[in-house]
């Protein structure tokens, strides 16, 4: 950091200075040079995240330490090769993710078996991929982003990750209030916000923040917790998160919806699931805030280690009254998308069986899927879409199944990625350490060494060290790369 950016930090930390002292101001300049070390979640719809971690460790020569309040998450204090380079991070076997990021998901209490949960403010979606997974991918998730320009980064994470009981939309978050009113087991609301963090990191450099800035965002943040209020069960829970330190974008937003609502909800003590003493304020800047306040979480990033981070837990303990309209409608038909005949889904499962040997109607099942077509294209769609929001426009819906021809099928790769392990035929291996180079880099492998005839067939390729390597097509003399270019 230089001279001018250091001074113009020590300006901003000033206001500060009634609730940190002047060694925590210098602490805090201290740790601006020294780069936060890498988080990954693994991702536990693909991997045993404890086993896999110890297999990466190993592999590729990573130093590694478990995040104590994700059973997913580990930090990597060294790293030969980087964890953003590898095939398993580019087949979504794990996110890269600060540890502080982690938090706001951590938190929740997963308590029904198939919950309804909002993340209003989702992309780029790493929080939305941690909160499939902490609901096995049972409950379903409407991924919202209010911008547009942010759809793209969503739904190319959550099609990586491979969680199905989901859709993406694009909505202001203050009309979900609006619209689905006590719908809600869970709400994430990861507000945008001004990023005052107070330690940069690749994804939130340092900036500058203005007083009225941060009031301008406030007032979109409280509009945002009240909408998020209003979609929430009675009983359900709700998590207030930002990447900033400022107060008045946690604890103020917080304290405005409490004068809104009076006794409409407790703020649960987030440190009972946060192992480190992280309270909130009760004052700033001669303003008092609601004692409950103390039971968020701040985490001042030189005493925690991790990025700058604020969060709180709240839990909804009788009905808001807020005002209503209804939410936009869209026949689903007019998606091209309708559900697939009874003969011809046995013909598509038998199939699949045949040639990977996986159950597909159990996963339906299972999962609580139907099987839709597009065209000649197969999806597998979420059955709480179909029965509690069957005409909410969405952007993207559950997952490419792959691909329907006079009664031939090719997988999706990202059905290939999310189950491949579970294929006990249609596979083929790659023996060499050169081929798996080739592979990796999106080259086809010449003269693959298989004992299957050559007949155009699509296989689920891996190695030696049985990692899933994507789909390949068995042609003659050749095996033809079918990685998509995203990620290669």
């Given at each position: 950091m230089s001279l001018q950016q250091s001074q113009k930090l020590r300006t901003s930390l000033e206001r500060f200075s009634d609730i940190l002292s002047d060694q925590d101001i210098e602490e805090i300049l201290a740790i601006q040079d020294q780069p936060l070390s890498p988080g990954i979640r693994l991702n536990q719809l693909k991997v045993d995240p404890q086993e896999e971690i110890e297999r990466l460790a190993e592999f590729y020569n990573w130093k590694v330490q478990p995040i104590p309040f994700c059973e997913q998450g580990w930090t990597i204090l060294e790293a030969v090769e980087s964890p953003g380079t590898t095939i398993e991070h580019r087949m979504g076997q794990y996110y890269l993710q600060d540890a502080a990021s982690m938090v706001p998901v951590s938190i929740f209490e997963f308590r029904e078996s198939h919950p309804l949960i909002l993340d209003m403010a989702a992309s780029p979606g790493g929080k939305t991929t941690h909160l499939i997974d902490r609901s096995g991918d049972h409950g379903f998730i409407i991924a919202n982003d209010s911008s547009k320009g942010r759809i793209p980064a969503l739904r190319s994470v959550l099609t990586n990750w491979g969680g199905i009981n989901r859709?993406?939309?694009?909505?202001?978050?203050?009309?979900?209030?609006?619209?689905?009113?006590?719908?809600?087991?869970?709400?994430?609301?990861?507000?945008?916000?001004?990023?005052?963090?107070?330690?940069?990191?690749?994804?939130h450099p340092l900036r500058e923040t203005t007083a009225d800035e941060r009031l301008r965002l406030q007032e979109r943040q409280v509009q945002l917790l009240m909408s998020?209020?209003?979609?929430?069960?009675?009983?359900?829970?709700?998590?207030?998160?930002?990447?900033?330190?400022?107060?008045?974008?946690?604890?103020?937003?917080?304290?405005?919806?409490?004068?809104?609502?009076?006794?409409?909800?407790?703020?649960?003590?987030?440190?009972?699931?946060?192992?480190?003493?992280?309270?909130?304020?009760?004052q700033f800047g001669g303003e008092k805030f609601h004692p409950d306040l103390a039971h968020t979480l701040r985490l001042w990033p030189h005493l925690k280690g991790m990025s700058g981070f604020y969060c709180g837990l709240l839990v909804k303990t009788k009905p808001t009254t807020?005002?209503?309209?209804?939410?936009?409608?869209?026949?689903?038909?007019?998606?091209?998308?309708?559900?697939?005949?009874?003969i011809i889904q046995k013909d598509v499962i038998?199939?699949?069986?045949?040639?990977?040997?996986?159950?597909?109607?159990?996963?339906?099942?299972?999962?609580?899927?139907?099987?839709?077509?597009?065209?000649?294209?197969?999806?597998?769609?979420?059955?709480?879409?179909?029965?509690?929001?069957?005409?909410?426009?969405?952007?993207?819906?559950?997952?490419?199944?792959?691909?329907?021809?006079?009664?031939?099928?090719?997988?999706?790769?990202?059905?290939?990625?999310?189950?491949?392990?579970?294929?006990?035929?249609?596979k083929i291996v790659l023996e060499n350490d050169e081929a798996v180079v080739q592979w990796i880099a999106g080259r086809d492998i010449r003269h693959p060494i298989t004992d299957m005839p050559a007949q155009g067939q699509y296989l689920l390729v891996s190695d030696v060290h049985n990692r899933n390597l994507g789909i390949g097509k068995l042609l003659p003399k050749r095996l033809r790369n079918m990685l998509p270019r995203q990620s290669i």
């Open positions: 859709i993406i939309t694009q909505y202001p978050g203050e009309l979900f209030g609006e619209w689905f009113p006590e719908t809600f087991d869970m709400i994430l609301l990861d507000a945008p916000c001004s990023m005052e963090n107070l330690r940069p990191t690749p994804s998020a209020l209003s979609a929430l069960k009675v009983g359900g829970q709700l998590v207030y998160a930002t990447c900033s330190l400022a107060p008045e974008e946690d604890e103020a937003v917080f304290q405005k919806v409490i004068d809104a609502f009076p006794g409409s909800f407790m703020i649960q003590d987030a440190a009972l699931k946060f192992p480190y003493q992280a309270p909130g304020l009760t807020f005002r209503q309209s209804e939410p936009p409608a869209r026949d689903l038909e007019k998606t091209d998308l309708s559900p697939l005949s009874a038998d199939v699949i069986l045949g040639q990977y040997g996986f159950q597909l109607d159990v996963l339906l099942n299972q999962y609580h899927l139907a099987l839709h077509k597009r065209f000649d294209q197969l999806f597998l769609i979420p059955e709480t879409y179909l029965k509690q929001f069957p005409t909410l426009p969405f952007d993207q819906i559950g997952m490419q199944l792959g691909q329907w021809q006079n009664g031939q099928f090719r997988p999706s790769h990202e059905f290939v990625s999310r189950f491949g392990h579970h294929f006990t035929g249609g």
